[in-house]
């Protein structure tokens, strides 16, 4: 599977962005898919993520009512809206797939994940 994050860039407080994760090799409706986000000197950390069968999302509690993750199986691509943004989202913002989820749900752990998109940087001014 190999993913291609896009769409970060430099906002102000208060602003939006959508990211965007481009799948080629698998279909994005057959695999878990995630979004976490590693900031400086920092530890990666878990966002959110989608199901496989797309009927569930899970979101950190960090970005829960702000965030919405999403998926266009006929793009075969995922996407993050993040609104009200704050400084603390400021981060390089990763998609990744899990193959294998036993029961499809995913996980919040970075070592579940077996591939990894090349990160795209936010970075939110107050």
């Known amino acids: 599977v190999q993913l291609q994050a896009s769409g970060g860039g430099l906002v102000q407080a208060g602003d939006s962005l959508r990211l965007s994760c481009a799948a080629s090799?698998?279909?994005?409706?057959?695999?878990?898919m995630g979004w976490f986000r590693q900031a400086p000197g920092k530890e990666r950390e878990f966002v959110a993520r989608?199901?496989?069968?797309?009927?569930?999302?899970y979101y950190a509690d960090s970005v829960k009512g702000r965030f919405t993750i999403s998926r266009d199986n006929a793009k075969n691509a995922v996407y993050l809206q993040m609104n009200s943004l704050k400084p603390e989202d400021t981060a390089v913002y990763y998609c990744?797939?899990?193959?294998?989820?036993?029961?499809?749900?995913?996980?919040?752990?970075?070592?579940?994940?077996?591939?990894w998109g090349q990160g795209t940087q936010v970075t939110v001014s107050s």
């Open positions: 990744a797939a899990d193959t294998d989820s036993p029961y499809g749900l995913g996980s919040h752990n970075s070592w579940a994940y077996e591939y």
């Open positions: 090799g698998r279909t994005v409706g057959s695999v878990v």
């Open positions: 989608v199901s496989k069968t797309g009927a569930t999302t």
